[in-house]
């Protein structure tokens, strides 16, 4: 074309205002899809409690975050290890890029008890063998040795589930609840590593 517009580019021009008041619509509910994030967030703080997690929650990047009191460091008042359930809304919210959710092991906080990046690297490798086979699910391309040894995508969820996940708030914090049970059941694995290494202190 002549003009270098697309056909999507002319319908654009045509109905800019509309496009603009859309995108300002868009931009105004993401704000509100903010506050049923915190929302479900505080729910699942108090759940969590009752369980021995604390929990937090980035409504901006759409994640929670639990971890075991025992795994802070007092000092930095910050989790050493911890989990994430995250990307539960749907591309196009803030700066969502994931295909699929995920659950995820953190460990880049273990600097905080004083681990080097090699010591972080031991700490995924004995985490994984202590695990034994149960490790094999948590493990892909994207996982870590340093910083992230352990996590999945949940392939299963589409973006049509994350688009109802934001619009339901008991729908969004059973889907947390369920990815954190999970996340969870590797806490004894954890707390077994994370005592052989804090001998070394």
Not at 42 to 61: C, F, I, P, Q, S
Not at 74 to 85: G, H, S, T
Request: charged residues 35%; aromatic residues 12%.
């Amino acid at each position: 074309m002549a003009d270098g517009y697309t056909d999507v580019d002319k319908l654009i021009l045509e109905r800019w205002h509309d496009v603009i008041g859309l995108m300002e619509a868009h931009e105004e509910l993401q704000g509100r899809i903010e506050e049923l994030i915190g929302d479900v967030g505080n729910r699942l703080e108090k759940w969590g409690d009752e369980l021995g997690y604390a929990l937090e929650t980035d409504a901006k990047r759409a994640e929670f975050y639990a971890w075991k009191p025992t795994w802070m460091n007092r000092r930095k008042d910050e989790a050493a290890v911890y989990y994430v359930v995250g990307s539960f809304a749907p591309l196009g919210y803030r700066k969502i890029k994931e295909i699929h959710p995920y659950l995820w092991v953190y460990t880049e906080n273990l600097e905080l008890l004083k681990m080097k990046e090699a010591d972080r690297v031991e700490f995924a490798r004995e985490l994984r063998r202590v695990l034994g086979d149960s490790a094999t699910p948590w493990l892909n391309p994207d996982t870590n040795d340093a910083d992230a040894p352990l996590g999945k995508y949940l392939t299963d969820t589409d973006d049509r589930l994350r688009v109802r996940l934001i619009s339901a708030p008991d729908e969004l914090f059973e889907f947390a609840a369920k990815g954190f049970k999970e996340l969870f059941t590797l806490s004894d694995a954890i707390d077994q590593t994370l005592a052989k290494f804090r001998t070394r202190e």
